[in-house]
Nanobody, 121 residues
Framework: VQLQASGGGLVQFGGSLRLSCVVS???????????MAWYRQTPGKGRDLVAG???????DYEDSVKGRFTISRDNAANTVYLQMNSLKPEDTAVYYC?????????????WGQGTQVTVFS
C-alpha cells in the first residue's frame, strides 16, 4: 500500500491550500471501508491527528482547525482531501494521510512521504 500526499507548498498567512492523498495498492472496496485521516508533524514531535473522515462520511477535527479545514474523500479515486483555509504559521508542518486503525493512535498502513506546508506571516 502506498500513500501519496501532495498539494503542499509555501503560502502566506490567511491563504489556502488543498491537499490530496491517493491510496494505491488496495481495492476500492477496502478503501471505502477505511476511516481515513490527515495527520501533521513538526520537527521533534510526533504525528498529530488533524482531521478524520469515516467510511460513512462522518468527519471530526482537531480543535485548532475546526472551521478552517475540511476533509473529504472520493471513493471512486481512492483519494482523500484536506481543504485548508485561513492558514496560520502554526499550521506549518509535514502533512500525512493514513487509515485510522481499530485502536486510538494506530494506523493501518506504513506512512508515505507526506507533503510540506509552510505558512509565513
Amino acid at each position: 500500500v502506498q500513500l501519496q500526499a501532495s498539494g503542499g507548498g509555501l503560502v502566506q498567512f490567511g491563504g489556502s491550500l488543498r491537499l490530496s492523498c491517493v491510496v494505491s495498492g488496495i481495492s476500492g472496496r477496502i478503501f471505502r471501508s477505511n476511516d481515513m485521516a490527515w495527520y501533521r508533524q513538526t520537527p521533534g514531535k510526533g504525528r498529530d491527528l488533524v482531521a478524520g473522515i469515516s467510511s460513512g462520511g462522518t468527519t471530526d477535527y482537531e480543535d485548532s482547525v475546526k472551521g478552517r479545514f475540511t476533509i473529504s474523500r472520493d471513493n471512486a479515486a481512492n483519494t482523500v482531501y484536506l481543504q485548508m483555509n485561513s492558514l496560520k504559521p502554526e499550521d506549518t508542518a509535514v502533512y500525512y494521510c493514513n487509515a485510522r486503525g481499530q485502536f486510538s493512535g494506530y494506523v493501518n498502513y506504513s506512512w508515505g512521504q507526506g507533503t510540506q506546508v509552510t505558512v509565513f506571516s
